[in-house]
């Protein structure tokens, strides 16, 4: 029988060996490689790389600037098993390996990003870019990536040059280009993020038109709206020239369905051209990037709509926590030169009140939308029942009858009276027809819907489940949101 190795020796000569193997895998540069080394005149291993990393929602920003400033680059693919594993960056290519294996020659990869009306930017998602920068060679990797391999949340440029500062200035101008072609510029968006809390979605958004004369308001309320809103923007030059500051908050508070939703569309389209930040859903968290966007962009606009379903939410243990907080803190740090608008909308203001008293001046506008008096209801048949034959009478008739009911409420009795004469083949509806609505609308049984369409009775105070409010209240528990109705006009 053969006599075994010595341990210690047989150690030392696998150490050794692997050593030699190493060496000799680091000795075959990859394709890739190879390319960017002549690409560059250096070997990139001896030069510094610098790098920037971007919001995922930024990526068709970043490819329409790559676009205008490195208009003529050479794209170049790469791949390697299991792509989807993982990032590769400017380190990986230069040693020809990812974390999955080796890296070759592949096809470019893009994805297709909508930026709102049909338009798709198509967003280079991995490439090797092969460029002349102020007469310097310059080569990145635009990847993305993130905490989560399957998930990215960000998207990454790695930059290398033998020209010191080419890659720096490189991406300033990026940033600067990411400005000047912003998509988001002039439109209605709103910020999302998943539902595991990484990457941030942009959604873009379009409202109807409302014109000035389908918003019934009493006598002033509108006039005093615009004056702070639109007025503001259309003196921002003289007021920054008398050092007076142009962020402004309006709070348009009010029972449900008088309008506030209507008035807020209103100023959309009265102000187009802006930049307009929904603030609401999965975005309640995304204060800080909203703004941020905003400021970019401006003049902006911020909308909040029922930001009473989020105030209490600071004694909450899971979900947004703070948002109305939030959103007050950050309103504190903008520039007074800036022409920010934040549009909050509520049915609860004594909700609300003490976070916006302890922070004065961040809401400098209250506006009270109330439920329409006897002259706002004939001027809301008006407009609601064009095409319908009402006499006088009739007229007169419905507005007493339809005392304490909301905007909503009369849209949907017009609504539902055209539903009646549909459904017995004739048009248009009568006045009989509106008048047997307002019965059925009236109806004990019908106590709920009208609710839902923003009546409340006398013994609710105005607001829904009285009941389970009270039962809250004397337990000393928060009342929920889902107890609030929402607007629905």
């Known amino acids: 029988m053969s006599e075994l190795p010595d341990a210690g020796s047989f150690g030392a000569a696998f150490v050794e060996f692997m050593r030699v193997m190493s060496l000799a895998a680091e000795g075959r540069e990859s394709a890739v490689a190879v390319r960017l080394r002549e690409h560059l005149g250096a070997d990139p291993k001896g030069l510094p790389t610098t790098g920037a990393e971007f919001p995922l929602a930024e990526h068709p920003n970043l490819q329409l600037a790559l676009d205008a400033v490195l208009g003529g680059a050479e794209l170049v693919g790469f791949t390697a098993p299991h792509m989807g594993f993982g990032s590769i960056g400017l380190a990986e290519i230069v040693a020809g390996h990812a974390m999955t294996g080796p890296i070759s020659f592949g ?3 893009y994805v297709d990003v909508e930026v709102g009306d049909g338009r798709v930017v198509q967003c280079v ?18 990847s993305r990536g993130g905490d989560h391999p399957m998930r990215p949340s960000s998207v990454r440029l790695e930059g290398v040059s033998p020209a010191p500062g ?17 998509v988001f510029r002039g439109r209605i968006i709103s910020l999302h993020q998943d539902e595991h809390g990484g990457s941030v979605g942009v959604q873009f958004h379009t409202v109807p038109a409302v014109t000035r004369a389908d918003v019934i308001l009493p006598e002033g309320t509108l006039e ?38 209507l008035s807020t569309m209103y100023l959309l389209h009265a102000m187009a051209g802006r930049t307009t930040i929904l603030l609401t859903g999965r975005g309640l968290g995304l204060i800080e990037q909203a703004l941020a966007i905003g400021r970019d962009l401006a003049p902006a606009t911020f909308v909040f709509e029922d930001i009473d379903l989020v105030a209490a939410e600071r004694t909450m243990e899971f979900g947004s926590r703070g948002v109305l907080f939030e959103l007050l803190n950050q309103m504190e740090g903008l ?28 809401v400098d ?19 609601y029942g064009a095409g319908i034959e009402i006499d006088a009478g009739s007229v007169d008739q419905l507005v007493e009858r339809s005392d304490g009911v909301s905007g909503a409420f009369i849209k949907e009795l017009v609504r539902q009276a055209w539903l009646r004469a549909a459904l017995e ?15 059925d609308l009236l109806e004990e049984r019908s106590t709920l819907t009208r609710r839902l369409l923003g009546q409340g009775g006398d013994d609710t105070d105005g607001q829904p489940f009285p009941a389970m409010r009270h039962a809250l209240h004397a337990a000393g528990l928060p009342i929920p949101a889902a107890a609030e109705t929402s607007e629905v006009a």
Do not use: C, W
């Not at 998602?125 to 310059?138: K, N, T």
């Not at 080419?166 to 912003?182: D, P, Q, Y």
């Open 224 to 261: 005093r709206l615009e004056r702070h809103t639109l007025g503001i923007t259309q003196s921002a030059r003289r007021l920054r020239a008398a050092g007076r500051h142009l962020g402004r908050g309006v709070l348009l508070h009010g029972p449900s369905g008088t309008g506030k939703t």
């Open 125 to 142: 998602e991995s490439a090797l870019v092969l460029a002349v920068y102020e007469e310097a060679p310059l080569a990145l990797v635009l």
């Open 166 to 182: 080419a890659v720096s200035g490189l991406l300033r101008e990026l940033r600067a280009a990411m400005r000047e072609h912003n």
């Open 365 to 383: 506008l209250a506006l009270e939308i109330p439920l329409p008096d006897a002259d706002g209801r004939r001027r809301l048949l008006g407009l």
């Open 107 to 109: 096809p470019v990869r």
């Open 335 to 362: 520039a007074e030169d800036e022409d920010l608008l934040f549009v909050l909308t509520t049915n609860r203001p004594d909700l609300i009140e003490p976070a916006l008293a302890a922070r004065p001046g961040r």
């Open 425 to 439: 083949d004739r048009e248009p509806p009568t006045a009989q027809d509106l008048r047997r609505v307002l019965d």
